[in-house]
């Protein structure tokens, strides 16, 4: 079964490190673009970033450059999205995506919940 | 950045109906054009590719069209299980690969 699952839900202090992960099966990792995406509480979805796990290919949305580093770890399968300095407003879910037949993204995690609260 | 805007942000719709919800482009994005549905508690899930093609085990009461910077996405005789958010997104030209804000389908 191709899947992405992700790692659990993780609840932070303002100013912390944090990295949460999205672990492909099934299907050949490093063949297909990783995307990562945001949802903020009640609110719709933003493309954060996204990378090919072949040779690290990294894109940034020019709202988040700066804000986050995208990376994979081949040999795990698995793609991570990390902050060096967590704010209040980092607090959303996050999911991670892939495409496997098309462009669109067919493939989706289930999700990682972040809290950033004092 | 293409900018994908979505109308209505809400549309009521009675049980059994047709909805049908657009997405426009602030610039031509040929058919690479992909719609979303997404329930609470759950993630996207792909209904539309390439403005027309649905996704693997997708019903056919699920329809789009489109080119450029027009499209649409139709849902025949709304079920229960039919409401829900629907996002259209661009993969033309990126980064970044833009969504648009969400169509709520809620029962009228």
């Known amino acids: 079964e191709v899947q992405l699952v992700q790692s659990g839900v993780e609840v932070k202090k303002p100013g912390e490190s944090l990295k949460i992960s999205c672990k492909g099966s099934?299907?050949?990792?490093?063949?297909?673009?990783i995307v990562w995406v945001r949802q903020m509480p009640g609110k719709g979805l933003e493309w954060m970033g996204i990378?090919?796990?072949?040779?690290?290919?990294?894109r940034y949305s020019q709202s988040f450059q700066g804000q986050i580093t995208i990376s994979v770890d081949k040999s795990l399968s698995t793609a991570y999205l990390q902050w060096s300095s967590l704010r209040a407003s980092d607090t959303a879910m996050y999911y991670c995506?892939?495409?496997?037949?098309?462009?669109?993204?067919?493939?989706w995690g289930q999700g990682t919940v972040v809290t950033v609260s004092s | 950045e293409i900018v994908m805007t979505q109308s209505p942000a809400t549309l009521s719709v009675s049980p059994g109906e047709r909805a049908t919800l657009s997405c426009r482009a602030s610039?031509?994005?040929?058919?690479?054009l992909a719609w979303y549905q997404q329930k609470p508690g759950q993630p996207p899930r792909l209904l539309i590719y390439?403005?027309?093609t649905r996704a693997t085990g997708i019903p056919a009461k699920f329809s789009g069209s489109g080119s450029g910077t027009e499209f649409t996405l139709t849902i025949s005789s709304l079920q229960s299980e039919d409401f829900a958010v629907y996002y259209c997104?661009?993969?033309?030209?990126?980064?970044?690969?833009?969504f648009g804000g969400g169509t709520k389908v809620e029962i009228k």
């Open positions: 995506a892939t495409s496997l037949d098309s462009d669109a993204f067919n493939i």
């Open positions: 099934g299907y050949i990792f490093i063949n297909y673009w």
């Open positions: 990378i090919y796990p072949g040779d690290s290919d990294t």
């Open positions: 610039q031509s994005v040929s058919s690479n």
């Open positions: 390439g403005a027309s």
């Open positions: 997104q661009q993969y033309n030209n990126w980064p970044p690969l833009t």
